[in-house]
Each structure stands twice: as structure tokens, then as C-alpha cells.
């Protein structure tokens, strides 16, 4: 889950304890094109306050008819399904055949909601595990590769950090990367052995991993949901994160420089004894091409190329489930 849903989580605790009651919608099946992904959450108070989307805002103006008039959900879990003919799909904004079940899932205390957000503040991914018959919750600790998953009993939904970063060097740069990256959902490490650099940082729920840059890519034993990227702009530093970052399985590894700079590292890593197959993997200059010149916008470019990236690994593993189905049913 992303850090959008776990801000409804944070306000959905927030109205439990000032006394509100809440029903929690959770988007668990979609066919077709849909605005909201598998897991999207909603929190709908009991006197109309939303947090949250499972849609582009029709579907969420349905739900407070619904409330309106009269529809309860006190008495258990249960799934609402939109989108089953052509004209409900146009009415609730789907695109042509597009389908959006959601469960409806009525809280009275939410006692798993803290233990949640605390376990998902000490970057720890966790898994909530809804039994729709009994509207019984558990919690329980998962690796980043746990996915969503909906068999129409159990809901079973990861949240916490399931994609990191780590990055080299503490300047300006990083502190505007740092924010972003965490308002998308990474979890954000940080290394610079250069005392001047990590004091009085600005962006909090950032870890810093002790050591040199080499050290520091091997104690965190990167794996194909983390990015790399060295930003110090000082070879020495950065070309060590490198030489070890570039034999890992890190998804995404890059470096600051220009055109000029880039190509020099990359030669400079060849004669270190790296591959080149492996230096081709290395992202330099860094980001999209969007002009950027500021610390804040070659940030917001670095992260828009880790996020397209990312994003097109997990397209490739939808097309592959996808086409799994596909074989299974045929």
C-alpha cells in the first residue's frame, strides 16, 4: 500500500478515537480498466467526512447516497460490486467494461489500526489479514514481494515500505528527494561518512546506514524492489556505492553528472573490473529529461524515472499474472 492509504488509516484512527463510527472500503477485484488499484482504500464517516478514493469520484458520491439514505454496513463485511452492465459502468465513470468490486468493512474500535501504523513507522512491512465472515483482523510481518490478494473470504493486504532507496550523500539534493520519495511510498536510506553533510536533517521518517558507501549498499543487501543512487557528486564516495551497487539486483542504480561526467564513470568502472553489460545498467545522467536545473527539480526528475521504472516492473508482473490466468482457464 502506498503512503495515501495510510493516511486514511491515520485519520480513520484519529475519528474512531474522538467517538465517530466508520465504515472502510477497500477496492479487491477490478476487470478492466479502473481509475483506483487492488487495495485502495476509503474511510467514509458516519456523518459523511471521506478519506481517501476508490475511484475518480463518482463511485465515491454513490457510497454517500448510500449512506444518505439510509444503508447500513453495522452488521458485517460485505462486497459492492459496480460496474456489472454498460450503463452502470458509464454512470460510475468506468471505462467500457470496466467492473469495481469493493469490500465494505464496518469499524466500530479498529484496535489493529495503531500496531499498523507503528509496525509501518519502524519500516516494517506488515500484512492485514480481514476474515470477511467474522470481520476478524491479524497482523502479520511479510517480506516486500508480498502482493494483494482477494479469494472472496480473505482479504489479505500488505502495507509498510514495499519498494526502498538508498542515497549517497546527505545534501540538498537528497533532502528534496528524500521527501518525495517518501510521499510515494519508498523507504528512504541514507549514507554520507561526511559528518558536515548528515547533521540537523530536515526530512524525517529517513534512516541513515553507518559506513562507507560500499558498506553501506552490502548491509542493506539490495533486491529487485530497491534503488541506488549516489549523489555526493565526489567520485570517491560514489564510485564505491557503485562498484558494489552494480552486481547487485538492485532495480534501479544511477548516478549524478552530466553527459561528459557519466561517461567518464563508466569507463572508470570498466577499468575497475565491472562488466559493461553491468555498467550499462547505470543510470547517468540521472532522471527525465524535463529541463531541470534546481535541487528540486532534478529531484522530482530522478524520482519520476525510479517511479516509471518501477512501475513498468510491476506491468510486466500484471501482464505475466495475466497471461498465467489466461493459460490456466484455457
Not at 545534501?171 to 510515494?184: F, H, K, P, T, V
Not at 528512504?188 to 529517513?206: F, K, M, S, T
Not at 577499468?271 to 550499462?280: F, M
Not at 530522478?302 to 510491476?314: H, T, W
Request: hydrophobic share 40%; glycine share 10%; charged share 25%.
Amino acid at each position: 500500500m502506498d503512503s495515501v492509504d495510510l493516511a486514511v488509516l491515520r485519520r480513520t484512527d484519529d475519528w474512531l478515537r474522538s467517538g465517530h463510527s466508520v465504515t472502510l472500503f477497500t477496492v479487491v477485484q477490478t476487470w478492466g480498466s479502473a481509475p483506483r488499484p487492488v487495495g485502495s482504500l476509503l474511510a467514509l464517516r458516519d456523518d459523511g467526512r471521506i478519506e481517501g478514493s476508490v475511484s475518480g469520484g463518482c463511485i465515491e458520491d454513490d457510497l454517500l447516497m448510500r449512506q444518505a439514505n439510509g444503508a447500513a454496513y453495522s452488521s458485517g463485511c460485505k462486497l459492492v460490486t459496480y460496474g456489472v452492465t454498460r450503463e452502470e459502468s458509464a454512470r460510475f465513470g468506468l471505462p467500457c467494461g470496466g467492473t469495481l468490486q469493493l469490500v465494505a468493512e464496518p469499524l466500530i474500535h479498529g484496535e489493529w489500526i495503531k500496531p499498523l501504523l507503528a509496525s509501518c513507522d519502524q519500516h516494517q512491512r506488515v500484512r492485514r489479514e480481514l476474515d470477511l465472515a467474522s470481520g476478524e483482523v491479524q497482523l502479520q510481518t511479510v517480506d516486500r514481494d508480498e502482493t494483494f490478494d482477494f479469494d472472496g473470504e480473505t482479504l489479505r493486504a500488505p502495507f509498510g515500505p514495499g519498494w526502498r532507496i538508498l542515497m549517497i550523500g546527505a545534501g540538498q539534493l537528497s533532502r528534496y528527494a528524500a521527501d518525495l520519495a517518501i510521499g510515494l511510498g519508498f523507504e528512504v536510506l541514507i549514507c554520507d561518512p561526511r559528518e558536515a553533510y548528515n547533521q540537523d536533517w530536515p526530512v524525517a521518517g529517513v534512516r541513515f546506514v553507518d559506513g562507507m558507501p560500499d558498506d553501506a549498499v552490502l548491509a542493506i543487501e539490495p533486491d529487485a524492489h530497491t534503488a541506488i543512487v549516489a549523489l555526493t557528486h565526489d567520485p570517491r564516495l560514489d564510485d564505491m556505492a557503485l562498484l558494489t551497487a552494480l552486481e547487485s539486483d538492485a532495480f534501479y542504480v544511477g548516478a549524478l553528472g552530466s553527459r561528459g561526467n557519466s561517461a567518464r564513470r563508466k569507463e572508470r568502472l570498466i577499468s575497475l573490473g565491472i562488466s559493461s553489460s553491468r555498467v550499462e545498467r547505470m543510470h547517468g545522467p540521472i532522471g527525465l529529461a524535463i529541463g531541470s536545473r534546481t535541487p528540486a527539480e532534478i529531484a522530482l526528475s530522478l524520482m519520476a524515472e525510479v517511479v516509471a521504472i518501477k512501475n513498468a516492473i510491476l506491468a510486466g508482473e500484471r501482464e505475466n499474472q495475466a497471461d498465467q490466468q489466461q493459460r490456466s482457464c484455457a
